[in-house]
């Protein structure tokens, strides 16, 4: 199976139309190793699909991360941009603010979330977002990294 048929294979079984330009938009995504933001997408899709409003591509990659088929990272610069992780468990991201570059993170305090919410506010978590910023190791040597956004 190529990629465009795995893509198309989770956009079925979630019940979206593998169209085109989601699938180039999966396409585009998966080959980037770090974070991209909608315009940078949107330059590249424009090389495949020549009549592509970027409104449509925000609407695409909101979809796509409503579905939970690629994750939306909040940049500390507020600036937003979209990541493809090919790692279905449940896990979180170490995002690096400088070079963009992604790592995946097991450790999830779900259960301790879970506890104190359940003990001191007597409600029940549903879900959970977690995203930790920082430096990766090659960026946090370097000096004036931090100051790159
Ligand atoms: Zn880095
Ligand atoms: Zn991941
Ligand atoms: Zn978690």
Redesign the pocket.
């Known amino acids: 199976m190529n990629n465009n048929e795995s893509f198309a294979e989770i956009l079925k079984g979630l019940q979206l139309k593998a169209t085109t330009r989601r699938l180039a938009v999966l396409s585009i995504l998966s080959g980037e190793q770090a974070y991209a933001s909608p315009e940078e997408i949107w330059k590249k899709l424009k090389r495949k699909l020549n009549t592509i409003g970027l409104p449509t591509v925000y609407r695409i990659l909101e979809e796509l991360s409503d579905n939970g088929v690629i994750?939306k990272i909040i940049h500390p610069s507020r600036q937003l941009y979209y990541y493809y992780?090919g790692?279905a468990g449940h896990?979180h991201?170490f995002i690096c603010v400088s070079c963009r570059k992604?790592e995946?993170l097991n450790f999830c305090a779900s259960r301790e979330i879970e506890n104190e919410v359940s003990r001191n506010l007597k409600g029940r978590v549903l879900s959970h977002i977690l995203q930790i910023n920082g430096l990766c190791e090659p960026c946090s040597r370097k000096k004036g990294a931090i100051n790159a956004f």
């Open positions: 994750t992780c790692n896990h991201h992604v995946d």
